[in-house]
């Protein structure tokens, strides 16, 4: 099971991506085991030393009764310290954004794949646009 961020590719140059645990709760691991989870509109923060995923929506467990977790609750990251300083020096100085690219199971934990991006403008989405309006017509011909 993998869920994708299809936008962050469209709205973001990805620089740089690096694969990270993340602190879950045992329903929020079946939810995302049934792909009932998304990462649209979800980023990534620093604080404290310590990286945060804010507004991942995973849905509630349908078994879960009253250990059922809150949908859109901040995540932990899993990172070593020197990754996390790394990253936020990056974001601090040079001005890019971290934004979670996928969602996927790696030997039974579910790992985020974190991407250091920088925003596109409108002329470099429109000209994503054209490329995949190309590679469709390449590929029906």
């Known amino acids: ?3 994708k ?8 140059f990805v620089l740089k991506e690096i694969e990270a645990g993340i ?15 998304s990462l649209s509109d979800t980023y990534i923060r620093i604080k404290n030393n310590e990286a945060y995923l804010l507004n991942m929506y995973i849905a509630k467990y349908e078994e879960g ?10 995540r932990k990251l899993l990172l ?27 030997e039974n934990k579910v790992k985020v794949l974190v991407g250091l991006c920088r925003g596109k403008k409108l ?5 994503t646009i054209k490329k995949r309006d190309l590679a469709r017509e390449n590929r029906s011909i």
Do not use: Q, W
């Open 1 to 3: 099971m993998e869920i």
């Open 5 to 12: 961020n299809k936008k962050a590719y469209f709205d973001y």
């Open 23 to 37: 602190v879950l709760t045992g329903t929020e691991i079946k939810s995302i085991r049934k792909g009932s989870a």
């Open 65 to 74: 009764n009253r250990f059922n977790h809150d949908e859109r609750r901040t």
């Open 80 to 106: 070593h310290k020197n990754e996390i300083n790394r990253l936020y020096d990056e974001v601090r100085l040079n001005g890019v954004t971290l934004v979670p690219l996928k969602l996927y199971f790696k």
């Open 123 to 127: 002329y470099d989405k429109r000209e």
